[in-house]
Antibody, heavy 117, light 110 residues
Framework: QVQLQESGPGLVKPSETLSLTCAVS?????????WGWIRQPPGKGLEWIGS???????RNNPSLKSRATISIDTSRNQFSLKVTSLTAADTAVYYC??????????WGRGMLVTVSS | FMLTQPHSVSESPGKTITISCTRS????????VQWYQQRPGSAPTTVIF?????PSGVPDRFSGSIDSSSNSASLTISVLMTEDEGAYYC??????????FGGGTTLTVL
């Protein structure tokens, strides 16, 4: 059974860049699927950030105005997210997930990222 | 496009509820709809995928459907239990694999 685990800093300063990694176990990401990042500000709903296909093709949510970059590393069976120019509005629980457009989606447990000086 | 859900719904234990998810543009039947349950403090879990498929372990009290006439999807939960309380989100995508979530519906089982 596939498992996803987010990792990265829990606290970042305004204007800095957030880097998160999603480690995948129980499934080889090179086999297929879109792999995505989703965030949820405290008390609010889910927001899709972007996705990456096993080939490296990406799709991003225009609402982040090109601040988000997603990449995939099939050799390490993981994919990553970078968000630049952070503000307090980027404070959220960040989730990684597999297969939001086909198959039975699987989600990581999520990690809280706080943007504060 | 957007997916619009009711903000909240409440019902008594043992009853049946239906949560709607209306797509603003494009054909609801063109791209699969997923439904997620999220309890407070926990990650979302899938209760319906590909419009009407239940993951293993999800009880058959949960069912999903789509209605092209209203361009909407629906999640129906029968024989409501208190453990069904939480937020429910619908999700779909467009032809270019841009993902969209509905705003979420809070279910209260009184």
């Amino acid at each position: 059974q596939v498992q996803l685990q987010e990792s990265g800093p829990g606290l970042v300063k305004p204007s800095e860049t957030l880097s998160l990694t999603c480690a995948v176990s129980g499934f080889s990401i090179s086999r297929g699927y879109w792999w995505g990042w989703i965030r949820q500000p405290p008390g609010k709903g889910l927001e899709w950030i972007g996705s990456v296909y096993h080939s490296g093709t990406t799709r991003n949510n225009p609402s982040l105005k090109s601040r988000a970059t997603i990449s995939i590393d099939t050799s390490r069976n993981q994919f990553s997210l970078k968000v630049t120019s952070l503000t307090a509005a980027d404070t959220a629980v960040y989730y990684c997930a597999r297969g939001l457009s086909a198959g039975d989606p699987s989600w990581g447990r999520g990690m809280l990222v706080t943007v504060s000086s | 496009f957007m997916l619009t859900q009711p903000h909240s719904v409440s019902e008594s234990p043992g009853k049946t509820i239906t949560i709607s998810c209306t797509r603003s543009s494009g054909n609801i039947a063109s791209n699969y709809v997923q439904w997620y349950q999220q309890r407070p403090g926990s990650a979302p879990t899938t209760v319906i995928f590909e419009d009407n498929q239940r993951p293993s372990g999800v009880p058959d009290r949960f069912s999903g459907s789509i209605d092209s006439s209203s361009n909407s999807a629906s999640l129906t939960i029968s024989v409501l239990m208190t453990e069904d309380e939480g937020a429910y989100y619908c999700q779909s995508y467009d032809s270019d694999n841009h993902v969209v979530f509905g705003g979420g519906t809070t279910l209260t089982v009184l």
